[in-house]
């Protein structure tokens, strides 16, 4: 199935480079899922090859390293990394961290960082979540000290996609504990910093080859210009406007899987037969196909319509947070509805379906659980 399509944004241009990333995707995501999954971590040679091909920061200017393309390109590049099915490869991170240094780092921020970032050399990490609060960013006890011309770092971290194989982490930290959500600052810290400690991989239900990851913060000393923006206090209101952007990229996430879970579908009950007759031959199949195709079908054109405001800058947080929770909840159906079509084999990891619906789950958690993106819907009505 197509998947997103707009015709409103989908130019030539931007329908070229989505072949190039499902090129990408068919060649170098698909084939390396089992033993990335094995690994616990994605290659080095795929996030360079990425970044070869512009699909890391498509919409970041090309003095900075970028594809100088627009939220457009990033939409089809998310979509085809979907759909391979190999959810290793956290390129998302670098795009998340490449627009928090894009839109609020000073000059010598971007200089440093985005060129790396764009071009897969450097791999990014955003470390929000704590062992003791996720959901309530407010919360956060990591503290950032002010020393001198330094600032230095204590605390822990948990769940942080590219926790292995990242060369630097935005750190969510507060550098004034008394003044609530006013205390939180963005801090970069360049992984080679003696203080910065990673625990291993974790052992997850799915998404086997994204290396997230505990970390640690012991005395680790900064040079005050990490600061990201160069001002304090400034990191809760940072998030809640980029957190719209991440939640989008989800949205987009979730119609590519969905869509490989119906291609995987349609193609196994075509050779696939029961009872003297091709699976697609009982009524029942062509029902759930049918039903699942319609919420594909709706599906994509919520995306469409989030990359539109995407393009267009009028993307708010709302919609971001309606795209996040809705999406992700059709995802986890139409992946439990596919699975069933494929019967025991849909339970077997050596079939792409099983481990589609093993990642899909996450999908529900991360970015900000869908009861927290409920709230935020709530909250505008
Ligand atoms: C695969 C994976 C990758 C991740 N990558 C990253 C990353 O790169 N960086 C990062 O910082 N974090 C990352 N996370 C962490 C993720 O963002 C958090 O797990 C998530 O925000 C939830 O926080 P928590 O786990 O502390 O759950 P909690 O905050 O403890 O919440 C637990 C549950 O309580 C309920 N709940 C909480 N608050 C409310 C409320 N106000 N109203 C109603 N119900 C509520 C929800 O059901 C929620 O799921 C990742 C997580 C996973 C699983």
Redesign the pocket.
Known sequence: MEGIYSPAWMTPEVAQFREAARRFAREHLEPADLEWRADRQASRAAWRKAGELGLILPDVPEEYGGAGGTPAHAAVAFEAVAYSGNTGLGLG?NYIVGHYLLRYGTEAQKRRWLPGLASGEVVG?????EPG????LQAVRTRAERRGESYVINGS?I????GQLCDMVVVVTKTDPSQGSKGVSLIIVDAATPGFRRGKALD?LG?EG?D?SEMFFDDCTVPADCLLGGQEGRGFYQLMEQLAFERAQIAVNAVGAMTRAYDLALEYVKQRSAFGQALIDFQNTRFVLADVKATVLASSTFADLIVQKWIDGSLDPATASMGKFWLSERQGEVIDRCLQLFGGYGFMREYPIARLYADAR?QR?????N??QR?LVGRTL
Do not use: P, R, V, W
Request: hydrophobic share 45%; no cysteine.
């Open positions: 991170l990490a955003i470390a929000m979540t609060t996720g959901s309530d971290k769940f942080i996609s590219n997850k998404m994204q997230t996450a958690i991360y970015g900000g659980a009861e927290i709230e």
